[in-house]
């Protein structure tokens, strides 16, 4: 079984997000799963299954820690690999069905590598924190809050606490305490903070142990955030950025069409492939 190491928005090899690609899954378990995850030590790393159209795959995503119901970086960079595969040189569009959503991404090449951009549907927009709760999440940061735009949970798919937080306030913040229990209390899985005039953010995983470096399933709400509150037009798009932090700067591409729906998207390179040995049958 070969699996695919890609960099997803990643203007060159060696920037952006990586992340882990198993083209066809057939035979692993989700245990196996799980653990060639944390094996990889990718953020996350996305396995697919081919269903009956050629253009049709299942998807399942794993983090070190868990499963997730949806992702953005995994899927973009999983329909670029497919493009490799199956694509040819011209545009081509392709469906993965995660476990409660399916998606819709359209890829072309692009120089060296490829584009992707998916279709996140419309973005769902929850609960707006008093001061007192953004206040304590971002004190969580160690973080300093914009109070001139609000905290609100919104979700194309995972949802986000997008917390705003001044320039200075973005570039210290490190998550001090677990949030697991004040998250579930608003209705949102991560924190996503902003620099709202740099169009810049960041995130960690749930533990607070390791940052994201580019993180697709958070640009499409912030992207439907900032259209809600005017600081972006509908149907133009703009780019987010994420990653300098980590010196892997990335460029995130979004915009609101006129529908509503929230489309993201980035380049894609390829790094490597590798083949997994027989033992791995051991685990099924």
């Known amino acids: 079984m070969d699996y695919w190491q890609v960099d997803v928005f990643a203007e060159r090899v060696l920037a952006g997000n990586g992340l882990a690609v198993f083209p066809d899954c057939r035979g692993l378990s989700a245990a196996a ?18 269903l009956d159209s050629a253009d049709a795959f299942a998807a399942r995503v794993f983090t070190v820690e868990e499963e997730l119901p949806f992702a953005g970086h995994p899927i973009l960079g999983a329909a670029a690999l497919l493009h490799h595969l199956h694509g040819g040189d011209a545009e081509a569009s392709w469906r993965l069905q995660l ?14 590598g490829f584009y992707a951009e998916m279709d996140q549907g419309r973005a769902e927009f ?40 001044t320039a200075a306030g973005l570039a210290t913040a490190k998550q001090r305490e ?12 991560f924190v996503f903070l902003m620099d709202v ?43 987010l950025a994420q990653g300098r932090f980590l010196g892997r700067p990335s460029r995130l591409d979004v915009h609101v069409d006129e529908a ?17 040995l027989p033992a791995l049958a051991e685990l099924g």
Do not use: H
């Not at 799963?33 to 081919?50: A, D, N, V, Y």
């Not at 677990?178 to 899985?189: N, R, S, V, W």
């Not at 509503?260 to 490597?272: M, P």
């Open 126 to 165: 929850g609960q707006v924190l008093d001061d007192a709760g953004a206040d304590a999440f971002a004190a969580a940061f160690g973080s300093e809050r914009d109070r001139r735009y609000p905290a609100q949970v919104v979700s194309t798919g995972l949802p986000y606490l997008l917390l705003p937080v």
């Open 99 to 112: 476990p409660e959503k399916q998606v819709r991404i359209a890829t072309r090449r692009q120089g060296k």
């Open 178 to 189: 677990l949030l697991d229990d004040a998250l579930a209390g608003i209705g949102a899985a």
């Open 33 to 50: 799963m799980q653990e060639l995850t944390r094996e990889l030590r990718q953020f996350e790393s996305i396995f697919l299954t081919p």
């Open 197 to 239: 005039d740099a169009r810049e953010g960041r995130t960690w995983d749930p533990l607070g142990v390791v940052e994201d470096i580019a993180t697709g399933s958070a640009a499409g709400p912030v992207a439907a955030w900032r259209v809600a509150q005017g600081l972006d037009l509908p149907r133009k798009s703009f780019a």
């Open 260 to 276: 509503g729906n929230v489309l993201v998207g980035g380049a894609v390179q390829l790094l490597a492939q590798a083949r997994l």
